[in-house]
C-alpha cells in the first residue's frame, strides 16, 4: 500500500526498464559504459528499497543519469541478439520507459505524507481530492461500528453534482480477496462532517494479490499437523478473504500459543510505519529460525507483579528481552475489565491508582495514532539500556567480572554504540529515531556532561560517553 506516484508498488512497468534482460550484453560497450553504470546504480537503490525512495528517511530519490539518455539507453541495440528478440526487447523496454518517464524525474511530491502536503504524497489515501482533517473522523466511525483500520485505506473524491459545488465522496477500501455485491445502505457510515456525506466500504482492494496468498495458504494447510498451526492458516484465510482484521488479531494469538517451533512464519498487514496517521498498516513477511543452542538459559526471577500478563504466552518468533511481554489493562466491552477496577495497580510514575486504560474497541496504533512507533520504539530501546546496567542479567548471558569481556565493557560499549547510533540516525527522521532522540534527550537533561559531541569538521564529528562505574 505505497503511492503509486512514487512508483513504490514493485511492479511493472518500472521492473521492465530495470531488469538485467533489459541490458543484458550492454556492459561490454565501452561509449555508452558510463549512462549504464548510472542506470545500474539506480537500479541497485531501487531494488534494495523496495521502491525509489529511501526505506530510512522516506524521501525519494531520481536517476543520476539524463532522462534524453536514459531513453536513448531504453532504445539501445546489442548486436549479439536475435533481431527477433531485439524487435520485441527494444520496443518493450522504451514504451515502459516512456510511461513512466514523467514520475521517474518528478521531483515532487519527494517524500511520504499527508497528501495535503504539496510534497508529499501517500497511497494509504488516494483520490483526486485532499485528505488530513477527515481521517479522525472516518477512525471514529470505524470505531463505532466495529472495524479496525490496519488493513483500509480512504479514497476522497469531487464528483460532479447538479449544482456548482462538487460533492464530497468518501470510500473505505478494505484489503480483501473477495469482492462482495454492493449492497446500498448496509455497507455505508455516516460522518460527522459537513453535510453529512456516508463512507461507503468497498471490500477487495489488492484482491489478485490477496487471492494469491489464500491459494498458498490453502496448499500450507496439507503440510502442517499440528491443530494450532492449521487454526493460524484457517483464520488468516478468513481475515485475508473477507477482510475482517479481526481475525488476522486471532491468528496471530494462535501464533504465540504455539510450543517451540522450529521455524516460525509472519504474514499480513502489521506495521504502520509507512502511514502518515499511523494507524494504517503494510504488508510484511518475517521468517525466524530458532537457534535451539542458544535457548537453555533459564531467568532465575519469577516474581510477579501487576504489570505482568497472568499466564504468559512465550513468542517464540521476537527477544523477550525488549517488548511485547507486559500487561495490556483493557476493558474489553461495557463493565468488563481484565484488572480489579476497585482496586487498580499503581501506576509506577504518579504512585496513584492507574486512571486510563484500554476502552472497548481501542488498540494501540488507535489511540496514539502518528506517534504510536516511535514510542513503541523509544520503549524497546530503553529496556535494553536499562538491562544493560544489571550485573545479574549480563551474568545470564556469561558476562562477569572475570569474563574475557567483563561486564562493565559489555554496558560502556552498549550505551556508546546506542548513543553514537542515535545521533548518526537522526538523518533520517523516522519512528525509530524519534524513540532514540526522546532518549538521548533524556540523557542529556539528567547530566549535560554525560556524553558529548565533538565536531572535527563538516563532514566528521566524535561521540564520547563519559565511563563511570
Known amino acids: 500500500m505505497l503511492p503509486e506516484n512514487l512508483l513504490a508498488d514493485i511492479q511493472p512497468p518500472i521492473c521492465v526498464i530495470l531488469s538485467r534482460e533489459a541490458f543484458d550484453g ?174 461507503k466500504i468497498q471490500r477487495g482492494d489488492y484482491s489478485p494479490a490477496f487471492g494469491a496468498v489464500i491459494d498458498k495458504l490453502e496448499s500450507a494447510k496439507t503440510h502442517t499437523e499440528e491443530p494450532l498451526r492449521n ?7 478468513e481475515a485475508f478473504s473477507s477482510g475482517n482484521h479481526f481475525k488476522f488479531k486471532e491468528a496471530q494469538k494462535d501464533l504465540v500459543r504455539g510450543v517451540n517451533p522450529n521455524v516460525e512464519v509472519i504474514i499480513g498487514i502489521i506495521e504502520t510505519y509507512q502511514d502518515p496517521h499511523g494507524i494504517r498498516g503494510e504488508w510484511e513477511g ?60 499503581l501506576n509506577p510514575v504518579t504512585h496513584g491508582p492507574i486512571s486510563n486504560w484500554y476502552r472497548p474497541d481501542r488498540t494501540w ?27 545479574l542479567v549480563l551474568e545470564i548471558f556469561g558476562y562477569t567480572d572475570i569474563s574475557n569481556n567483563t561486564a562493565e565493557d559489555i554496558m560502556y560499549a552498549g550505551w556508546l554504540y546506542f548513543v553514537y547510533g542515535a545521533v548518526k540516525g537522526l538523518i533520517s527522521w523516522n519512528p525509530k529515531t524519534r524513540g532514540q532522540y526522546a532518549l538521548i534527550l533524556c540523557m542529556m537533561k539528567a547530566d549535560a556532561s554525560f556524553f558529548e559531541i565533538e565536531r572535527i569538521s563538516d563532514n566528521l564529528a566524535i561521540v564520547m560517553i563519559e565511563r563511570r562505574f
Open 231 to 237: 487454526e493460524m492458516i484457517c483464520q488468516l484465510i
Open 286 to 345: 518475517i521468517v525466524a529460525v530458532l537457534p535451539w543452542n542458544g535457548t537453555n538459559v533459564g531467568l532465575p526471577n519469577n516474581q510477579k507483579s501487576a504489570f505482568e500478563p497472568v499466564n504468559f504466552r512465550k513468542p517464540d518468533f521476537t527477544s523477550l528481552d525488549r517488548r511485547g511481554s507486559g500487561q495490556l489493562f483493557i476493558e474489553s466491552e461495557p463493565g468488563v475489565y481484565n484488572f480489579d477496577i476497585n482496586d487498580p495497580p
Open 365 to 391: 496504533s488507535s489511540v496514539f495514532r502518528s506517534h504510536a512507533n516511535a514510542i513503541e520504539e523509544c520503549r524497546a530501546d530503553g529496556v535494553v539500556l536499562i538491562l544493560l546496567t544489571h550485573e
Open 26 to 199: 550492454l556492459d561490454d560497450e565501452d561509449h555508452i559504459r558510463t549512462d549504464l553504470d548510472l542506470v545500474l546504480d539506480f537500479a541497485a537503490r531501487f531494488f534494495a528499497n523496495l521502491g525509489n525512495y529511501r526505506s530510512q528517511g522516506d524521501t525519494k530519490f531520481i536517476p543520476r543519469i539524463e532522462r534524453d539518455s536514459f531513453e536513448q539507453l531504453s532504445q539501445y541495440t546489442h548486436s549479439t541478439h536475435s533481431q527477433y528478440s531485439l524487435t520485441v526487447l527494444t520496443h518493450r523496454t522504451h514504451s515502459k520507459f516512456l510511461e513512466v518517464a514523467e514520475k521517474l524525474y518528478a521531483t515532487v511530491p519527494n517524500r511520504l505524507g499527508y497528501p495535503d502536503d504539496d510534497d508529499a504524497a501517500s497511497g494509504y489515501y488516494p483520490g483526486s481530492a485532499t485528505i488530513t482533517k477527515e481521517l479522525s473522523i472516518t477512525q471514529h466511525a470505524m470505531q463505532d461500528h466495529n472495524m479496525l483500520p490496519e488493513n483500509t485505506r480512504v479514497l476522497k473524491d469531487l464528483v460532479p453534482t447538479d449544482t456548482a459545488s462538487p460533492a464530497e465522496q468518501y470510500i473505505l477500501l478494505v484489503a480483501s480477496s473477495l469482492i462482495p455485491s454492493p449492497s446500498p445502505s448496509s455497507d455505508e457510515i455516516s460522518l460527522d462532517l459537513p453535510g453529512n456525506p456516508r463512507l
